[in-house]
């Protein structure tokens, strides 16, 4: 196969518990995380004499999906010359994992254009060198996180899940909300977090981004039963009970944000190799 296009899937963290910061420098993590049908952005891989990364974003090599290819190199023991065409619709700074998402997309259409013939295990073992959240996207569908979120446990889908995103244009950097997180007194992890939507970085993305907490309100006014805030923000995700009222919030919070009414997506209802 000369060339293949991937869905790349945002994701949301139903569940963020974030533990104290470690000796490695890192905060332990309990999340679920659910790849979501939108927004999404498109990966195009196509066999190359050298290797391109186009994206509008982050082009060239300061792309994770650059990084990814320099990880597959590694593991496979050979140059892996391909052509990345990245079309982005997932926002930057989102927590929305846009950019983690591409770099899985390219370590899967690699895998199959060069014939490396990585089984999905494997290829969780490189995307691991890349990034916290790459492993995910790699698995997909509906998972727990824990550690640095890189440990999975496959969970029950929640097909009944109806989320409306909201990108109000608040980026945040994940640095700076984490910093803002440890100046706040908090909690130990508990032995096993629950699934009740809960983000614990909320108070500190919102102690950088005060408009969030306008975000949330409207959500509310419009419908939702409950908001979380997306990764490290500055996405919002509004839950709601069923698809229609996660559509007719979608048309009151249209005028005012980007919005994206989202199911679970899965693995079986990805789009088709090269679709």
Known sequence: ??????AAPSKLNLVLRVGPVAPDGYHPL??????LSAPQDTVRVALDSRRRVDCPVAPGPQNLASSALDALEAQVGRALPVAVTITKRIPAQAGLGGGSSDAAA???ATNVVHACGLADDELVQVAEQVGSDVPFFIRGGTQWAAGRGHQLRTAAPLPGLNVLVVDAGVHLSTPCVYAAFDR?????LPAAAEASPRNDLWHAALSLRPRLGRVVRDLRAAGADQAVLCGSGGAVAGLFSAPERAQRAAAILGPSYRTWVAQPDTPETRAPPGG
């Open 1 to 6: 196969m000369a060339e293949l296009t991937l």
């Open 30 to 35: 309990q999340s679920l995380m659910i790849a």
């Open 184 to 188: 706040a007194p908090h909690e130990p």
């Open 106 to 108: 390219v370590l899967r």
